[in-house]
């Protein structure tokens, strides 16, 4: 017998996660106008430092803002959209996406089909090219590192139909069930940017929640967050710090001890060649000076991770791959780094092939 019983998702509201992106968020906006089933619309502004909020108090009277007192990121900014809307079922919306029509109403209808899943999510394209997929959700690596489907692919030769049971979280316009993701904990609001989706759908993967992604309801996705982003090459300094932190916060907080220490040796290679690209990017510093954070907050990590813990239905064996490795097209251009990705995404499955069955 299914525990979860039939649900129909009447209303919608829609949560729109904002910091300095007056560029982008009147097209945003004005693809939530006339979602089906979207009753309500909420900007949570993260203290931004542009026209952001006066571009919606004029254009978009029946918005309602949020102004958040300082920009804790979007993680706090999500939790917060999330406790203030008035409807379980939340449309979690960056500032950069662009909804095609009836995006939430097959979202909707994808959840009410599976009431065993919290979290239904499109698939994105890119903006500037939107034959070509961008995110498409996807599976946990156990190196801390999220393994995309479809990353790039074009969308004519994406795998994938209908609705698509997956294991990743990418927040650009999920349809979430608030009451669900604030009892696995939310947002966690320390990651600032960057992994917090990942750690955000293991804890839920964890906690025995089902995650889906749904192929036919598309999102167009712009140019990101300035200074953190690399979508248009380069490696940001402030993103290999939070890439160095966040990593370890995540693993050490939702990783069986038995996981870490098997899994031990593929990522130290993995980490040997990220301190490697660090070098030759010039963010050497950054880079371990997110590890030292991570460290720095032992404490703290030590008591979500019992909570975590002592919640958990699932093994990490049966959530964790080896790979594929996700690496952006602009830091794999060259010949050489595709031969060196292809050699260390080789090594990091061949070794979880091998111990995955001793990993807790």
Not at 145 to 169: H, I, K
Not at 255 to 262: C, D, G, I, N, S
Not at 298 to 315: F, G, S, T
Not at 340 to 345: E, H, P, R, T
Request: with cysteine; charged share 25%; net charge neutral.
């Amino acid at each position: 017998m299914n525990p979860n019983p039939p649900q129909r998702i009447e209303a919608i509201s829609a949560v729109v996660c904002n910091y300095d992106g007056e560029r982008y968020l009147e097209e945003c906006l004005r693809s939530l106008v006339g979602q089906e089933r979207v009753d309500e619309v909420i900007v949570v502004d993260n203290a931004s430092t542009d026209g952001s909020v006066a571009l919606v108090r004029e254009r978009f009277p029946d918005v309602t803002v949020l102004e958040m007192e300082r920009n804790d990121g979007p993680g706090s900014a999500r939790n917060a959209g999330m406790r203030a809307a008035r409807n379980r079922w939340v449309l979690a919306v960056d500032n950069d996406a662009v909804l095609t029509p009836s995006v939430a109403a097959r979202l909707a209808a994808a959840l009410e089909a599976r009431p065993d899943a919290v979290v239904a999510q499109p698939r994105s394209v890119l903006y500037d090219d939107p034959g070509r997929v961008h995110y498409d959700a996807g599976r946990f690596h156990y190196c801390g590192l999220l393994s995309l489907r479809n990353f790039y692919r074009p969308l004519a030769e994406a795998e994938g139909e209908g609705t698509v049971e997956v294991d990743a979280l990418i927040g650009i316009a999920p349809l979430v069930d608030r009451d669900a993701l604030l009892a696995s904990g939310g947002y966690d609001e320390d990651f600032f940017y960057l992994a917090e989706d990942f750690d955000l759908a293991l804890r839920l993967r964890l906690d025995g929640h089902r995650l889906l992604a749904v192929e036919d309801a598309l999102v167009l996705h712009r140019g990101g967050t300035a200074g953190l982003s690399f979508r248009g090459g380069g490696y940001p300094e402030r993103r290999a710090y939070l890439h160095a932190r966040n990593r370890w916060m995540l693993m050490l907080k939702g990783y069986r001890l038995r996981t870490l220490l098997f899994a031990a040796p593929g990522i130290l290679v993995y980490e040997t060649v990220f301190t490697l690209f660090s070098l030759a990017q010039g963010h050497l510093k950054a880079q371990l000076s997110g590890k030292a954070a991570a460290l720095g907050c032992w404490r703290e990590l030590m008591r979500k991770r019992r909570e975590i813990q002592a919640r958990r239905r699932v093994a990490d064996r049966d959530l964790f791959v080896g790979g594929p490795l996700t690496i952006s097209p602009s830091l794999v251009a060259s010949a050489p780094a595709r031969l060196a990705i292809g050699v260390l995404d080789g090594i990091l499955r061949a070794w979880w092939a091998l111990v995955r069955p001793l990993a807790g």
